[in-house]
């Protein structure tokens, strides 16, 4: 098959190894036509087995390498005994060819064959994966990589695709239905008693205290980073038992295209004794900058060069944001070697600032002397809980073992809170938008203006049925109050609180918008340090090497509220599921400002199919240009979108289980 590839390095008989090596560092697109089969696999991690779903019968994803300019004939044949499709994520394509069931096209039945073809207009690092159902979390995906016209700007002697992912080993329809009855059913990392010993002696009892009856009082809970738990990360197909592994001479640049093809894992990714120059993010050169770490949110791709100078292997470590979980593959100059395994690093804990400021005003009541660890925002530094890195370990056997949940907190009554004494003056965001709420009595002039945009904000797309300008009517809303003001929590019982049917959406004007550049809240305990104390790559840091478009003023803003319910683990936009929402409808040939809006406690990676998302970062025509963009809990970031491809398209975060929930839109450009 033309310009594909399905090389398992640690698989290869020693004679063959080299030869399998050299050809993937080396192999160039050739213009036809290839096929594909999608197939029921046996899925081997070396620490259990299960059936999945894959192509071309393997669990070592399939590379396809185009080369930009050519047309591409696909043929996927499907030997599934229900539909399936393939999307091809992050090229630039006609819709009909996006591979969306139920948007672009009506999938592919099972013994069927369906035809792609598309023009290749870009070049870079992407990947393809199956858009029904779940099974791509079940291994149905693959690496993609395109050869620009006059070959890679920046060359290297070695180049190797590094697919990561999340292996779990029940199948996506179980974890889902698990999730919907309990969304904590596979957090494995909740608090302890041990925890509670250890936190006490260093920042005292009664802070202590303080800090974990807030949570409960939320039921909540603090480890809530990822959702599914104990799965093993594999890199190519390949756990860190199987240890996938690439050659290379010292002295020679490798090339790595990073890419998470992850269901749900953020993955931290590094090479101890060695600098990572990104010189690509989401398939598109960006301005050289050397790093130690870099995060990769799910979906993303970024090609990164790394030049050993030692005789020796060096460990390739992507560890999960939530520490719950890692892989080691090795950079080799000689078969037969493993680079050491690091020790998971300290958990993090999510706090207050991540909760999108929902506790904005909670702690008049408390005394919070002694609470050193406790920032001006409520949040606790970590910063001196690293665990020793890099200390070889065999962590083959690394999964954990449930632990109880913490005793949840009363119930709170509403009743007996005192709405007059809350001054909302200095509010610039939303009101609350709980279930009850009336939209219709709310105007929206009061939100925090949009510097950059000539145009009007467009709640059309929002579902509020609101206009667009005036002054928030607090009066309809029954506080009685002033439409100006800051709320002063000072005077609320807040001991009874039960947030478990609290939908996150109401919760967005309280929130501290991320200034251009700023991609975590103030305070946040997801912001990342790098393991050796020196740079962790920031979306700050990244700079087009060139821009796609000249920059030139939206014609609108829309604003997306990330919202969800975790107690019924419903995701959403705007508080509304993919069912219940209308589509957001877009003119061809205008440029349009997203404001997302993150009132969740969760991070999401935001994907717009068929269209570029220019991640505004302040630089103007030299933002970076991606598909994927993280959004954090307690952030509001903002994009554009240059509307250049009509159709309709799909719009979604990223995170499987959050997608099939309802975080998910229509767009359809005209």
Known sequence: MKGMEMISISRF?????????TLSGSLGALAGTYDITVDKIRINT????????????????????????????????????????????????????????????????????????????QSGTYWFHSHTGFQEPDGAFGAIVIEPKGGEPIKSQRDYVVQLTDTHPHNGNRIFRNLKMSADYYNRSQRTFQDLVRDSRANGLKSTLQERGMWGRMRMMPTDIEDVQGFVPLINGQSTRQNWSGLFKPGEKVRL????????????????????????????????????????????????IVQPRGNKPYSIVAESMGRTALVRGTLTPKLGLAGPVPRLRRKPLLTMADMGGMMGGMHGDMDMSGMGHVSSQGTMDHSQHQMPMDEEMDHSQHQMAAEPAEPAAPAMDHSKMDHSKMDHSKMTETAPAAKEMDHSKMGHGTMQKDTKSAGTMDHAAMGHGTKAKGTMDHAAMGHGTKAKGTMDHGNMNMAGMDHSKMDMGGMGHMMQPAEPGEFYAPGSGLKPVAYNGGKFLSYKDLRASRPLYRDRAPTRTIELRLTGNMERYIWSINDKKLKDSEPIRLKLGERVRFKFVNETMMSHPMHLHGMWTILDTGKGKWDPIKHTVSIAPGTTVYTETEVDAAGQWAFHCHLSYHAEAGMFRKVIVQ
């Open 46 to 121: 070396g620490e259990f087995t299960k059936t999945g779903v894959g192509y071309n019968k393997s669990q070592t994803p399939t590379i396809l390498r185009f080369k930009e300019g050519e047309t591409v004939t696909l043929r996927v044949k499907n030997n599934l005994r229900e539909s399936t499709s393939i999307h091809w994520h992050g090229l630039i394509l006609p819709f009909r060819q996006d591979g969306v069931p139920g948007i672009s096209f009506n999938g592919i039945k099972p013994g069927e064959t369906f035809t792609y073809r598309f023009p290749i207009v």
């Open 257 to 304: 295209r990073i890419i998470n093809s992850s269901a749900m894992s953020y993955f931290d990714f590094r090479i101890p004794g060695l600098k990572m120059l990104v010189v690509q993010a989401d398939g598109n050169p960006v301005k050289p900058v050397a790093v130690d770490e870099l995060r990769v949110a799910v979906a993303e791709t970024y090609d990164v």
């Open 13 to 21: 008989k020693p004679a063959l190894l080299a030869a399998a090596l």
